[in-house]
């Protein structure tokens, strides 16, 4: 854990001391942003390289969403939103602009942490490749390619991806979708992996229909595209 940085950016003083302090007790290294542009100013002006983003939706100067999008714009550094809404589109939006993980106030810091540490996890260096009909994917290089052209994923996509190749013909549910590809014990809303689902539908383009939905259970990865519905 050591020399790992993390920007905790929040106009919440209490938030962000609360967050420093439980991070901090893991070994990072946090930098504090009290707003926006002060989170721009440590991203791109400051010499450290961050690790990780914890980054508030409502800020002063320049809100969560402006801040995420021009990270993107130059870095592909794990970014988690905090916000106090919870609804669907905040959600969908914040994964569309490329974020990793999203977590609702008021949150447990001990879940926080478990997220921090699964987006923050190792992967173990691998060779092989996955491929699915159009879909190819290289997992040292963690990049995809569809049609041999590369789609450009979030950490998060590119897990779900792999566990539906891994288990591909099989339906799946949300719990189980939930516990393989975050692994932690998650206690929000079931319906942030309908979002990851939506947005990696997208991004497959013509061949988001390999992922189907199959009804009251989940979904399941296939080449016979037709729902079940």
Do not use: C
């Amino acid at each position: 854990m050591k020399n790992i940085h993390v920007l905790v950016a929040d106009d919440e003083f209490r938030i962000r001391k609360l967050l420093a302090e439980f991070l901090q007790r893991e070994g990072y290294r946090v930098i504090e942003a009290e707003d926006g542009e002060q989170a721009i100013d440590f991203l791109f002006e400051s010499k450290i390289k961050f690790d990780l983003v914890i980054l508030d939706v409502m800020m002063p100067k320049y809100d969560g969403w402006f801040v995420l999008e021009r990270i993107r714009e130059f870095s592909t550094v794990p970014v988690i939103m905090l916000t106090a809404r919870s609804d669907e589109y905040d959600q969908l939006k914040g994964f569309k602009l490329g974020a990793d993980d999203y977590v609702t106030k008021p949150f447990s810091p001990g879940v926080l942490m478990a997220r921090v540490k699964n987006v923050l996890k190792k992967e173990l260096t691998d060779t092989e490749e996955l491929v699915f009909g159009e879909i190819r994917m290289s997992l040292s290089a963690r990049e995809v390619f569809v049609e041999d052209k590369k789609t450009e994923l979030t950490p998060k996509e590119f897990e779900l991806l792999k566990y539906f190749i891994d288990n591909k013909g099989i339906a799946l549910s949300r719990d189980k979708i939930l516990n393989a590809v975050w692994n932690y014990d998650y206690f929000g809303d079931l319906r942030t992996v309908d979002t990851h689902i939506k947005q990696l539908r997208a991004k497959l383009g013509a061949y988001g229909h390999y992922i189907s939905t199959v009804r009251s259970i989940g979904y399941r990865l296939d080449i016979e595209h037709e729902n079940i519905d």
